[in-house]
């Protein structure tokens, strides 16, 4: 299968637990930041966004928290299922493109 | 249902080849992008286009080489010149012209040397 996930960070988590995985972004310009997950053999899945006017913004069962001032973003699932396990994937930009970091495995065991 | 169609899922390339990808949209999206993600790598962008007729360079563009004719379509051609082109091939489109706007993704073309 997809080995997108080889030498990334995991975080292993229990069905049922909440999950938050980390971001550090690099631009202190940036000012629109994505959450992407992708599962194995697939392109990456659209998850949520957030913009640099909030700190915080929430979807179905997801959470995106926002620091600018210490260039850190997280996200939150709660209620984390086995269908969650995937890697996740951080974007920012301050212009026309996206800057996509490496990805944190997220595995969840039932 | 609208999306992105990526083709095809797994293709080879012999030494001296030229070969192509094709990305197909039928979100009237403006921009498309190519990404490649080698195992362990976030995505990097090879080239973008925000309108018909015109792309720009990403960061891994030697090697490389698209076009833009049609909304719908943005092929990519990794050219013999690209010494080490086995990688997962991503590409995605979103509206607009400025980076303000989610990407959405095609379920990519698996690359790999004969």
């Known amino acids: 299968g997809e080995s997108v996930g080889l030498h990334l960070p995991t975080l292993s988590v229990q069905e049922g637990d909440n999950s938050i995985i980390n971001c550090a972004y690099s631009?202190?310009?940036?000012?629109?930041f994505i959450w992407y997950k992708q599962e194995s053999g697939k392109g990456p899945q659209f998850i949520i966004d957030i913009r640099s006017n909030m700190d915080k913004r929430q979807g179905q069962r997801v959470t995106v928290l926002l620091n600018k001032t210490v260039k850190h973003l997280s996200l939150q699932i709660a209620a984390t299922q086995p269908g969650d396990s995937a890697v996740y994937f951080c974007a920012e930009t301050g212009y026309s493109t996206l800057t996509f970091g490496k990805g944190t495995m997220l595995l969840v065991s039932p | 249902d609208g999306g992105i169609t990526q083709s095809p899922k797994y293709l080879f390339r012999k030494e001296g080849q030229n070969v192509t990808l094709s990305c197909e949209q039928n979100?009237?999206?403006?921009?498309m992008y190519w990404y490649r993600q080698d195992p362990g790598q976030g995505l990097r962008l090879i080239y973008y286009s925000q309108i018909v007729n015109d792309f720009q360079k990403g960061d891994i563009a030697e090697g490389y080489s698209v076009s833009r004719e049609k909304k719908e379509s943005f092929p990519l051609t990794v050219t013999s010149a690209q010494k080490n082109p086995t990688a997962f091939y991503l590409c995605?489109?979103?509206f607009g012209q400025g980076g303000h706007q989610p990407q959405h993704f095609g379920d990519g073309t698996r690359l790999s040397i004969l």
């Open positions: 995605a489109s979103s």
């Open positions: 979100l009237n999206h403006d921009a």
């Open positions: 631009n202190s310009a940036s000012d629109y």
